[in-house]
């Protein structure tokens, strides 16, 4: 029998659950597909939010060709050979569309922040002459990953974690819908642990309910749950996602100041055989957030550590990476720059395009000098002690704080 997530895999976007925001009535995704006219896009999202699933609905609701290649076994021969049958497939239909009328053969990748360069420069040409269309799924940032050429070729997408409402949906249609699950009759009394340990994966929360349903018990509640996953520590990690709980006890390690801790998570890693750059870059972020102000040489330290992981790789890379870790551990904490500027932006998504006062804009013409722009602006370094008060804020937020410096 096939395992719960593949058999309740939707086939269309009605079926879908989760992303509105992309697939939701009247969305970009959603119209995209319905109008058949595709342009090549990357999906960025964690696991079990439905990359997979998105570009399967896509190749069937569109009836193209389509092919699949998984970063991990795939290299530029198999590129190579995919594009050429995309050429043969748009010879042969030649009469239906043409290569660039957005309707070509769909290539979707799995994993394509695994691609090394030379495979991502293979695909350059096909995608730019709309031999194919690229439909890539990632969990790593594509900013980092995908070579620039290509990433300008494509619209990125961000898939979310599937909020509570979703995996609640998605669990009853497996109570209702899947007729192994349906039959045995099962009695839901508590959902908070089966959420909390789903972590908005949806196939994470499908291999927990088959776990716990296949263990014989007629009963769903939180410490049956529990009981099951601390039996099976691996049974709901098919996938590798534990690699995201291990970083974030790795990084929790860190803000907590438990150098000790925060190494044992990154021997786990490394004997895993987590990619190098993923740990460098979760430090850099790390340096920034949570250790901040207190110690402005911590970036620095992160931002070389990247580097020389970057240049060295496995083994050798254990070494900066912790000592690196090590350092961000022990030194003091100060979020108070990431509170800041979330704190900003904030503001900034509930006031709008508030208009520059006139004294702080440039005035490069006469017109806009006669308009007042400029005027009145004081320049620090004219007064003592190279500082003068004067309004920097719109007007409308005159007086409002975003940096506190006990944060």
Not at 84 to 106: E, H
Not at 116 to 143: C, F, H, R, W
């Amino acid at each position: 029998m096939q395992p719960l997530a593949e058999r309740l895999r939707p086939k269309n976007l009605d079926e879908y659950i989760g992303q509105k925001h992309l697939v939701g009535e009247g969305a970009i995704l959603r119209r995209m597909i319905e109008s058949g006219n595709l342009s090549s896009f990357i999906l960025w999202g964690p696991p079990g939010v439905g990359k997979t699933t998105l570009a399967r609905i896509i190749a069937h609701q569109l009836q193209r060709p389509f092919y699949t290649l998984s970063a991990v076994t795939s290299g530029v021969k198999e590129v190579r050979d995919v594009i050429d049958k995309a050429k043969r497939t748009a010879s042969i239909n030649s009469g239906l569309f043409a290569p660039t009328d957005g309707r070509s053969p769909i290539l979707f990748i799995d994993e394509i922040h695994r691609f090394s360069k030379s495979q991502q420069d293979s695909l350059l040409g096909a995608v730019e002459d709309g031999t194919i269309t690229l439909v890539g799924a990632t969990t790593e940032n594509p900013s980092f990953e995908v070579i620039t050429p290509l990433l300008s070729r494509c619209q990125v997408y961000v898939l979310k974690s599937l909020e509570k409402d979703d995996l609640l949906e998605l669990f009853n249609r497996a109570l209702t819908q899947d007729e192994y699950i349906r039959n045995l009759h099962i009695e839901v009394k508590e959902t908070e642990a089966l959420l909390r340990y789903s972590g908005g994966d949806a196939r994470k929360l499908l291999n927990i309910i088959e776990l716990v349903t296949n263990s014989g018990t007629k009963v769903i509640d939180n410490d049956t749950v529990t009981i099951q996953l601390q039996q099976n520590p691996l049974a709901y990690d098919k996938d590798g996602e534990m690699h995201y709980d291990i970083i974030s006890a790795f990084i929790k390690s860190i803000r907590g100041s438990n150098p000790d801790a925060a190494i044992y998570w990154l021997a786990r890693m490394i004997e895993g055989g987590e990619d190098p750059k993923f740990i460098a870059r979760r430090l850099v972020i790390a340096a920034s957030e949570d250790i901040g102000l207190a110690n402005p040489n911590a970036m620095l330290l992160a931002n070389t550590c990247f580097d020389v992981v970057n240049k060295v790789g496995w083994p050798e890379g254990r070494i900066p990476l912790a000592e690196t870790t090590i350092y961000l551990a022990t030194c003091k904490k100060d979020n108070s720059a990431y509170m800041a500027i979330n704190q900003a932006l904030e503001k900034v998504r509930e006031t709008g395009n508030l208009p520059v006062p006139l004294h702080l804009r440039n005035a490069p013409t006469s017109l806009m000098k006669d308009l007042g722009y400029a005027d009145g602006y004081k320049y620090p370094h004219d007064y003592p002690g190279h500082f003068v008060e004067q309004q920097y804020m719109p007007d409308e937020l005159v007086g409002t704080t975003f940096w506190h410096k006990d944060n």
